[in-house]
């Protein structure tokens, strides 16, 4: 029996629930605000992670974007296939697997950051009532 709850009161309550139907919402506009360069919110943001001057390791882009390893691996593909990550061994280990941008995925990324840039305001506007430095902490605090 459950206690009596009803699927409108966890709807109402639930922080999780809330969350992902949240994010849901983000990336859609994100994606949206990239479908023209041919790219979703998430390749942006693996793209947007190799932005440095050394490869990084798969699992050290992994931390750093909070995805499993297999998952990233998946939504490298594409970006691989597309010529715009390229992988290498790394210099400290020739067994390790680096990333970086190529050329393309250079431009593709110049191109990508004033539409990110405007899709970022945007959020930032939604944001404005609950102060988005607060906000980003208090959810920091859920990790």
Known sequence: MTAKLTANDIGATCVCLGIRKAARQVARRYDDAFRPLGITSGQFS??????????????????????????????????????????????????????????????????AIPIWRRAQADSERRLTATQWPRFRSQLRALG
């Open 46 to 111: 693996i793209l947007a992670a190799l932005l440095r001057e050394e490869p990084v390791a798969l699992g050290a882009l992994a931390d750093t974007l909070g995805m499993d390893r297999t998952t990233l691996n998946r939504n490298l593909k594409p970006l691989e296939q597309g010529k715009l990550v390229a992988t290498s061994a790394t210099k400290d280990d020739r067994r390790v697997r680096g990333l970086s941008l190529t050329e393309k995925g250079h431009t593709l990324l110049d191109r």
